[in-house]
């Protein structure tokens, strides 16, 4: 079917908009990124100064999720667009609200670096976090990635990796129990790291979040097998934030 000027119109302002909102996204998801590492390495180096910037830049953070989410209601309410182009720009609101939460997650780690300076640090405390940091840093580039490609299979390797982002925090939280068996004087700082993994285990779970948001755009439907959790015993299952 050949479309009228006017159809051709509608269809490149549209193509103007989502590509506005997705240069948008991914300026959102650098901030985020370099929260995430800036936030683990503040922690890890007890560095308050580099603390502060994590918690400075969750500002632009919201103001950036705020600025996609009116902009892709515009679209909506100005482009009326239909089937596919509708699950893109509702797949673009709520990719900014998951990386909005990452943000929230990278001020929580940040904010405890002040607390943990003044405590003693136990063996591997510096690296463990930082490493678990890194790897949901590289799911969250990769689902944003998986984003803008359209790539369905870079979606589904994402989901994957999810487990083995519980399994390093299940890890770390054995050893850390461990560690304030030995010795009472360790359970301050041990809960400090511990909820601040805990915060790295979330963002893995958003990042993961985003990248079934894109295998539903891609595939028209959620990915058929149950994303299964590497949950601790000592930790009841719970439900996936959206």
């Known amino acids: 079917m050949v479309m009228d000027k006017s159809e051709q119109h509608i269809m490149r302002a549209y193509d103007r908009d989502l590509e506005a909102i997705q240069a948008q996204i991914m300026k959102m998801g650098g901030l985020v990124e370099s929260a995430i590492l800036d936030a683990a390495e503040a922690l890890a180096t007890r560095d308050e100064e580099l603390a502060e910037k994590v918690r400075n830049s969750d500002r632009a953070i919201d ?27 509702l797949a673009v609101m709520k990719i900014a609200s998951n990386l909005e939460r990452v943000g929230d997650y990278a001020k929580n780690m940040a904010k405890r670096t002040g607390v943990l300076v003044q405590m003693r640090p136990v063996e591997e405390s510096n690296g463990s976090v930082r490493r678990m940091a890194k790897m949901v840093e590289v799911m969250l580039k990769d689902a944003l990635d998986s984003f803008v490609q359209r ?7 994402v989901r994957q990796r999810d487990l083995e982002v519980d399994q390093m925090y299940n890890s770390l939280f054995r050893n850390y129990l461990t560690y304030m068996m030995e010795d009472p004087r360790n359970i301050g700082m041990c809960i400090h790291v511990l909820f601040c ?7 893995g779970d958003h990042a993961t979040n985003i990248a079934e948001t894109v295998y539903y755009v891609v595939k028209g ?12 015993e000592f930790e009841p299952e719970k439900k996936q934030d959206t």
């Not at 950036?64 to 720009?89: G, H, N, V, Y």
């Not at 790539?151 to 390797?157: C, F, G, K, Q, R």
């Not at 993994?197 to 963002?203: D, L, P, T």
């Open 63 to 89: 103001e950036l999720e705020l600025i996609i989410q009116q902009q892709a209601a515009l679209t909506i309410a100005e482009r009326q667009p239909m089937a596919f182009d509708l699950r893109t720009i």
């Open 151 to 157: 790539d369905a299979e870079l979606a589904e390797d």
């Open 197 to 203: 993994a805990k915060n790295v285990e979330r963002i």
């Open 221 to 232: 439907s959620a990915p058929e097998d149950y994303r299964r959790k590497g949950l601790d």
